[in-house]
């Protein structure tokens, strides 16, 4: 949706539904129920209404992140930095996106600048993990890895980055257990790098990507199907 669109649908709605308060949470839930073309306008519209809004622009970037528009949402989360640069989430995002597009390298100064903003930012521990990990620079990755894990333990991937990089340096032996783990908080997991992506978007880059396929070959973790719906 271009900005005058935004503007527009901005001028149709209530008062009350022109409050970027209740236009942000609208977009929340539109994302939660996985509407995300929806969830953009919504956020479209937040900013169109409060263009200094910082985390509309996060949260429209990581919306178009999911549909792989990668030029869109880097904009997004440069403008997000540009009007709160004390907040680690944009950061760690474009981190990642950088990444994905594999520019590794370019991305690990905004991961080093998030966690300059809040040193317990997980996510931000976890993307330097698989950046490092595309750099080949495994022993760093795993340390990044074991940080993320100790701050956020119900999270599914820096076990799985952990996995990888067992895989990687030979020490095969602890691959099954932190793959079942990982698997254990996302069962996602076990179905392969596209099954997961196809659910939450672009994540790995390319050394990634081959080694959680070799992962799931080498040590197959049945994967409960989800039960039907009555």
């Known amino acids: 949706m271009s900005l005058a669109a935004a503007a527009l649908l901005a001028l149709s709605l209530s008062a009350a539904e ?16 996985g509407r995300i073309p929806e969830a953009i306008a919504a956020f479209d519209a937040v900013i169109a209404v409060s263009p200094d809004d910082h985390e509309a622009f996060n949260n429209r970037g990581a919306l178009r992140f999911m549909l792989s528009d990668f030029k869109g949402a880097d904009e997004d989360f440069s403008r997000a930095i540009v009007l709160s640069p004390k907040d680690p989430k944009a950061w ?30 997980y996510q931000a521990y976890n993307n330097i993990g698989y950046a490092l990990f595309e ?57 392969g790098p596209e099954r997961y992506e196809a659910v939450e978007g672009p994540f790995f880059a390319q050394q990634a990507r081959r080694a959680v396929k070799e992962l799931l070959r080498l040590f197959p973790v049945k994967v409960k199907a989800r039960p039907k719906s009555p």
Do not use: M, Y
């Open 18 to 33: 022109q409050d970027p308060a209740i236009l942000f949470q609208r977009g929340i839930a539109l994302k939660n129920a």
């Open 92 to 121: 760690g995002n474009r981190c990642l996106l950088a990444v994905v597009e594999e520019r590794a390298e370019e991305g690990l100064p905004d991961c080093v600048r998030a966690l300059r903003e809040d040193p317990k930012h």
């Open 135 to 191: 750099l080949d620079k495994v022993p760093e990755a795993q340390s990044a890895w074991k940080q993320a894990a100790q701050l956020s333990p119900e999270s599914a991937e820096p076990l799985l980055g952990l996995a990888i990089a067992a895989l990687r340096s030979g020490e095969r032996r602890d691959c099954p257990t932190l793959l079942k783990g990982a698997i254990a908080l996302k069962p996602l997991i076990g179905r």
